[in-house]
């Protein structure tokens, strides 16, 4: 003979009029079907949250109708068993049910709390990638644990504004501002592929800048791009560094005039200490790893652009600091691409004024633990293109930030 099985009204009906089932029977069945509600997302292994809001998307939430209806079940058995159970045993059979009322709105308050957020990001070797870490951290410090931040590994910025416009909800990704208007404008990578979500993209806050180096070793008589005729370089290759340097050299009327080294990126140091090479260019965040190694163990010059020469590379400007390289005391003129993180419109007011306030007052700290967060500042905000997110927004203008106009 099959075995039986109780479904939900027959459990709860047995319970009420029958006491062939006990109370904490029914009430860990209920307790259970709310705590399913609350945990399933599609059988993926995440941990969804509960949401008492208009924008609750089931399965990651159920709403204050379906907690309010469980408890009523509990509360009705409680009164009904009051009426039909002696009086010493009352007490054994409200326990239960306080404790299973009281669980369930400890646990909402708990998942209410919580904010989940999604960070999309770069390559996990890349610098970028190790930002987003540090990021996440610093969200989960500086909101005590209410912000969560999840790192998503990318091919790149490309990537990361398609996904904009399928993505939903806390969903943060990093971009050169040029790529969104790009995007929104259904032009270069984005031709044929214009969707009008790309015009919900709003910006939330800076992050540290692709900043170009042309990284010479010391004794190799080069000071200037003009000195560069007849040396061996290494640009790398695939990168935006090496698309930039190589652009760069074609720009300044040297293509074909410096031999480029095969030679992957990876391994320009030891290739600058053994003279295999006169120098490298790099593109990341100032200060670079690399430049500060070679620095410190070969000894090098980092060439400044002229102001006619970043005119022509159509680059932002960019002046490291004196003494920012060991052995390097004069300021160093660059060019750099500004990235900035955005989110949709999807991101409610309140969940972007968090991230971005969070974002200031961690950024400091995140400064004393890797030096490229300290050429973030305020300024950068200039660099945005388009809209801001209102909540942002709203934390700047508390903060007496300027935004650029119509931002």
């Known amino acids: 003979m099959p075995e ?22 029914v009430v860990g069945y209920i307790l259970g079907r709310l705590r399913l509600d609350i945990y399933n997302h599609h059988g993926n292994g995440q941990r969804g949250r509960v949401e008492t809001g208009v924008n609750c998307h089931p399965p990651l939430c159920i709403s204050k109708n379906r907690v309010y209806s469980l408890a009523t079940k509990m509360l009705g058995l409680c009164v009904f068993r009051f009426f039909t159970t002696k009086e010493n045993t009352m007490l054994s059979i409200i326990r239960p049910v306080i404790a299973a009322l009281t669980a369930c709105c400890l646990g909402m308050t708990v998942a209410q709390a919580e904010t989940r957020v999604t960070y999309k990001s770069a390559k996990s070797t ?9 990021i996440a951290e610093a969200m989960k410090t500086g909101s005590g644990g209410n912000i969560i931040v999840t ?13 904009a416009a399928v993505r939903t909800g806390n969903y943060v990704f990093t971009t050169p501002p040029v790529l969104v208007r790009l995007a929104q404008g259904g032009k270069a990578m984005f031709k044929d592929k214009a969707n009008p979500k790309f015009d919900e993209i709003r910006a939330l806050f800076p992050i540290p800048s692709l900043t170009m180096h042309f990284v010479m070793r010391s004794d190799s008589g080069v000071s ?6 007849g040396k061996t370089v290494l640009i790398g290759k695939g990168s935006f560094g090496a698309r930039e340097g190589a652009k760069y050299l074609k720009l300044f009327g040297l293509e074909g005039k410096v031999t480029l080294a095969d030679v992957e990126l990876n391994n320009a140091v030891p290739a600058l200490k053994n003279k295999q090479i006169d120098g490298f260019v790099t593109a990341g965040s100032y200060p670079a790893p690399n430049v500060i190694e070679a620095a410190a163990s070969t000894g090098v010059t980092v060439l400044s652009l002229s102001d006619e020469q970043i005119a022509k590379t159509k680059r932002t400007r960019l002046v490291i600091p004196a003494g920012t390289y060991a052995g390097i005391d004069n300021e160093i003129v660059t060019t750099s691409l500004p990235v900035v993180a955005h989110t949709t419109t999807s991101m409610d007011d309140d969940t972007a004024y ?28 200039e660099n945005i293109y388009g809209k801001v997110h209102p909540g942002a927004k709203r934390y700047y203008q508390e903060a007496g930030m300027s935004l650029p106009e119509g931002s």
């Open 4 to 25: 039986r099985t109780l479904d939900k009204n027959a459990l709860y009906l047995s319970a009420i009029f029958s006491s062939t089932v006990s109370t904490n029977t």
């Open 126 to 134: 890349s610098s970028y990638y190790q930002m987003a870490v540090q």
């Open 151 to 163: 790192v998503e590994e990318s091919q790149g910025s490309v990537q990361n504004v398609m996904e």
């Open 224 to 229: 200037t791009f003009a000195d560069l005729e």
């Open 354 to 381: 968090q991230l971005t306030k969070t974002y200031w007052e961690q950024k400091s700290g995140m400064g004393a633990a890797a030096a490229w967060w300290n050429g973030v500042s305020g300024e950068l905000l």
